[in-house]
Nanobody, 126 residues
Framework: QVQLVESGGGLVQAGGSLRLSCAAS????????MGWFRQTPGKEREFVAA????????YYADSVKGRFTISRGNAKNTVYLQMDSLKPEDTAVYYC???????????????????WGQGTQVTVSS
């Protein structure tokens, strides 16, 4: 059974940093892409960043380019989202997701992912 467990959320002041972690288990993820999405009440889930497990290609939403960095950790099946220069508009529940054999367009689409974590709250105060 696939499990994705996020951690690292919290409350931070604008301009600060947080690092989210996603620990994945239950299968081999070499053919998967791992994504981070975020959602605020009343809005659709929004793509933030993604990384291909094999090859390490990365993808970012324009709103976070230059501020957020997605990476694979040395620990097995762990993905990180380093968030710097945080803004109040980054406040959301952040979700980790995994999808297999995803094309370059599908990777931005939440509906294409197969597995999701439970989410972690990030709150940025002004």
């Amino acid at each position: 059974q696939v499990q994705l467990v996020e951690s690292g959320g919290g409350l931070v002041q604008a301009g600060g940093s947080l690092r989210l972690s996603c620990a994945a288990s239950g299968r081999t993820f070499s053919s998967y892409a791992m994504g981070w999405f975020r959602q605020t009440p009343g809005k659709e889930r929004e793509f933030v960043a993604a990384i291909r497990w094999s090859g390490g290609n990365t993808y970012y939403a324009d709103s976070v380019k230059g501020r957020f960095t997605i990476s694979r950790g040395n620990a097995k099946n762990t993905v990180y989202l380093q968030m710097d220069s945080l803004k109040p508009e980054d406040t959301a529940v952040y979700y980790c997701a995994a999808g297999r054999w995803m094309g370059d367009y599908a990777i931005f689409n939440s509906g294409q992912y197969d597995y999701w974590g439970q989410g972690t709250q990030v709150t940025v105060s002004s």
